[in-house]
């Protein structure tokens, strides 16, 4: 990977609505923010980390941790804003090959676990990735099943194809491609070769409400407490193996 350029950009908006500036919400002693920042720079894949944000507040931020800092426009600050129009502007003036958006708020996303989703895209010759949550869970749609039957013995969870559902964590695109198929169509997030990356456990909790801040508080307070091992019931010393 050493020949492209590979930039990471984080974005953050002021105004979230489900949970007020949720970015700036302290977990484990510091911003939600600042794990992705530091996992992103653990990584050691990328040759730039810029924090995109519409409030020059994030900037502060971005000099605390060493990063670079891109204070986008009004006209993407809302809401309404796509991300297609995000990520175009973005490249618009950040040369690059490779851009990876890394959610900021998927605080608890391993920097190894970073460095393989590039990996993967590279090896594969992906031109649009997106992270997914593998469920091995019976699941319908629209009240069907659709990866087991209502005919005869009930499947074992362990025997059932996994669904998939899209993360975030991560989202990233080749520049020429995604570039070339906005110009032309005005969205571009699934666009050339895409493919999906199933994440671990940790980074599909997403920091959208109150709870979620709580479950990742927890977890990182766990870990903390135990050295992030869970021990057993003494009675599991009489089971052989």
Same mark, same amino acid.
């Given at each position: 990977?050493?020949?492209?350029?590979?930039?990471?950009?984080?974005?953050?908006?002021?105004?979230? /609505?489900?949970?007020? +500036?949720?970015?700036?919400?302290?977990?484990?002693?510091?911003?939600?923010?600042? $794990?992705?920042? &530091?996992?992103?720079? *653990?990584?050691?894949?990328?040759?730039?980390?810029?924090?995109?944000? *519409?409030?020059?507040?994030?900037?502060?931020?971005?000099?605390?941790?060493?990063?670079?800092?891109?204070?986008?426009?009004? /006209?993407?600050?809302?809401?309404?804003?796509?991300? !297609?129009?995000?990520?175009?502007?973005?490249? &618009?003036? $950040?040369?690059?090959?490779?851009?990876?958006?890394?959610?900021?708020?998927?605080?608890?996303?391993?920097? #190894? /676990?970073?460095?393989?989703?590039?990996?993967?895209?590279? !090896?594969?010759?992906?031109?649009?990735?997106?992270?997914?949550?593998?469920?091995?869970?019976?699941?319908?749609?629209?009240?069907?099943?659709?990866?087991?039957? @209502?005919?005869?013995?009930?499947?074992?969870? #362990? *025997? +059932?194809?996994?669904? #998939?559902?899209?993360?975030?964590?991560?989202?990233?695109?080749?520049?020429?491609?995604?570039? @070339?198929?906005?110009? /032309?169509?005005?969205?571009?997030?699934?666009?050339?070769?895409?493919?999906?990356?199933?994440?671990?456990?940790?980074?599909?909790?997403?920091?959208?409400?109150?709870? !979620?801040?709580?479950?990742? &508080?927890?977890?990182?307070?766990?870990?903390?407490?135990?050295?992030?091992?869970? &021990?057993?019931?003494?009675?599991?010393?009489?089971?052989?193996?």
């Amino acid at each position: 990977m050493s020949d492209l350029k590979i930039n990471a950009m984080i974005p953050a908006r002021v105004g979230s /609505e489900r949970l007020k +500036l949720k970015n700036l919400r302290l977990l484990d002693g510091k911003p939600v923010i600042g $794990h992705a920042i &530091e996992a992103a720079l *653990d990584s050691g894949v990328f040759d730039r980390v810029v924090l995109n944000s *519409d409030g020059e507040v994030f900037g502060e931020i971005a000099r605390r941790y060493g990063i670079d800092f891109y204070h986008r426009t009004p /006209e993407l600050a809302n809401s309404q804003a796509k991300s !297609d129009d995000v990520v175009a502007d973005f490249m &618009e003036r $950040h040369p690059g090959d490779i851009l990876v958006w890394l959610n900021p708020i998927a605080p608890l996303q391993p920097a #190894q /676990e970073i460095k393989a989703v590039i990996t993967h895209f590279v !090896d594969q010759g992906l031109d649009s990735l997106i992270t997914v949550k593998d469920e091995q869970v019976h699941c319908l749609f629209n009240g069907a099943p659709i990866n087991f039957s @209502e005919q005869g013995l009930f499947a074992k969870t #362990q *025997d +059932l194809v996994p669904v #998939q559902s899209m993360v975030y964590s991560i989202m990233m695109w080749r520049y020429p491609t995604f570039l @070339e198929h906005y110009r /032309e169509h005005g969205c571009a997030l699934l666009s050339g070769k895409v493919g999906y990356f199933p994440v671990c456990r940790d980074s599909t909790i997403i920091i959208k409400r109150e709870e !979620d801040l709580r479950i990742a &508080e927890a977890i990182f307070r766990s870990r903390r407490d135990s050295g992030g091992e869970l &021990e057993y019931d003494p009675v599991a010393e009489n089971i052989d193996g």
